[in-house]
């Protein structure tokens, strides 16, 4: 059930987009900013086919937060959880690009449609990551 | 017939109330721009605390949810700028104004609003020290703010680089072409504020490729935006400099069912940005 205040990200595709409006989730382009709105917000339905079965590991997940710590100029002192919501970060579209940008490079994987899920938290973009590392293990 | 009444009024300057005088009486024309420097509103714990408590809990919830300060800040004057336009322009009491977002996280006025100001509709952005309001009574509005800003972990083309899926070959061309690597950086915000300007206008979210519009220009006036390929009549925009690191954009729209015929606001100027500051807007709400 899509929750309206929730907050969530997606990772939109990167690549250049000659797609246009899809409705099975898929998208392109850069949500675009709100105030007050959780900046990486996208609606919170969940895709029953992408549901992530293993929890990342602490590295993943730090990494992670490094990446965002940077992006974002956050002092060193914000306490970052793999519980901590994007949407509190107040990251603008601007940042959200450069932060799965910069992700994309760490893990060396590509965030595309197929693989796109809604991710709220820290812990959940971990998640995403490490299934699409392991894809691309699988599938080389 | 929004668009006859408009035609059919001898459009004085519009001022900066947003009202138009028509045989000396002033009417309420729905139309606003409005920019908060927040640099310069600076409250102590106990005043920032104070302004909050005048919203109701949910709204309260929502600013007090982000972790660094400034975002509460944006956040908090983002919500006095609604509240207060709704109140001065609709006169619905502070306390009955509902604002809910969709689920692309865009606010809208949930209360009812009866004829003229059915389509009344308007956007908020934020970004650096300027937290911005405009609204419409009939045409879609977006609004966008762009804080230039130096990157500080790449350099300027580095950063511009990230972007280069969301940016049409022409608009890379104008980009490459702008001069140092400052007047770049400059010419990429501007692109992207119309661009996002565009998108919150029709409310979209990410289902919505950035790089299907194409924006055309003469030195930054007269935009008018391409999109896949054709040139929309439905849409004009206005670039705005508000100070030497700040750009605002503003996209007003036909709402989709109208042609250019039944809505001659299109054609109206743009209105110029009002500043308002922080210790109106309270007392404009309370």
């Known amino acids: 059930m899509a929750t309206v205040s929730a907050a969530s990200v997606r990772f939109a595709s990167l690549k250049p987009a000659s797609r246009s409006n899809q409705t099975n989730g898929v998208t392109s382009g850069v949500k675009f900013v709100t105030i007050g709105t959780s900046k990486l917000s996208f609606p919170s339905l969940r895709s029953s086919r992408f549901r992530v079965h293993c929890a990342a590991k602490p590295e993943t997940v730090n990494k992670v937060i490094d990446i965002v710590k940077k992006q974002l100029a956050l002092s060193d002192d914000t306490s970052l959880t793999p519980e901590s919501k994007f949407s509190s970060l107040g990251a603008d579209s601007l940042d959200t690009v450069e932060i799965v940008m910069c992700l994309e490079e760490e893990f060396d994987i590509s965030v595309d449609e197929d693989n796109s899920q ?3 938290t ?7 990551i490490e299934k699409l590392v392991l894809q691309k293990a699988e599938a080389a | 017939m929004m668009g006859i009444l408009f035609s059919r009024i001898l459009i004085t300057p519009i001022d900066f109330v947003g009202v138009v005088t028509v045989g000396g009486l002033e009417m309420e024309n729905g139309v606003r721009r409005w920019l908060v420097n927040i640099s310069q509103w600076n409250p102590s714990e106990a005043q920032f605390a104070s302004v909050i408590s005048l919203f109701r809990v949910d709204e309260q919830t929502a600013i007090t949810r982000y972790i660094k300060f400034e975002d509460k800040k944006r956040a908090l004057v983002s919500r006095l700028l609604q509240y207060s336009l709704v109140h001065e322009v609709l006169g619905i009491p502070s306390d009955k104004i509902i604002i809910h977002r969709t689920a692309e996280g865009k606010p809208y006025l ?10 009344f509709n308007f956007n908020v952005s934020h970004h650096g020290d300027y937290v911005g309001i405009a609204s419409e009574p009939l045409c879609l509005v977006g609004l966008d703010i762009v804080s230039i800003t130096t990157p500080k972990q790449e350099t300027e083309l580095e950063f511009i680089n990230n972007f280069s899926p969301y940016l049409t070959a022409l608009e890379w061309k104008n980009i490459a072409h702008a001069g140092s690597s400052e007047e770049m950086l400059a010419e990429f915000y501007r692109y992207w504020c119309l661009k996002e300007a565009f998108v919150k206008a029709i409310g979209a979210g990410l289902d ?3 790089c299907r519009l194409e924006f055309h220009h003469t030195n930054w006036t007269g935009v008018s935006v391409y999109i896949d390929g054709v040139e929309s009549k439905k849409w004009r925009f206005s670039l705005s400099k508000l100070d030497e690191k700040h750009w605002a954009s503003i996209a007003r729209g036909l709402p ?3 042609n ?13 940005f009002t500043f308002r500051t922080v210790e109106e807007l309270i007392s404009n709400v309370n």
């Open chain 1, 118 to 120: 809604n991710i709220t």
């Open chain 1, 122 to 128: 820290v812990q959940e973009a971990a998640d995403l």
């Open chain 2, 110 to 119: 949930k209360n009812s609003i009866d004829f003229p100001f059915s389509n």
């Open chain 2, 208 to 210: 919505y490729g950035l």
């Open chain 2, 256 to 258: 989709n069912k109208a």
């Open chain 2, 260 to 272: 250019e015929l039944c809505c001659s606001d299109l054609s109206l100027p743009e209105l110029g």
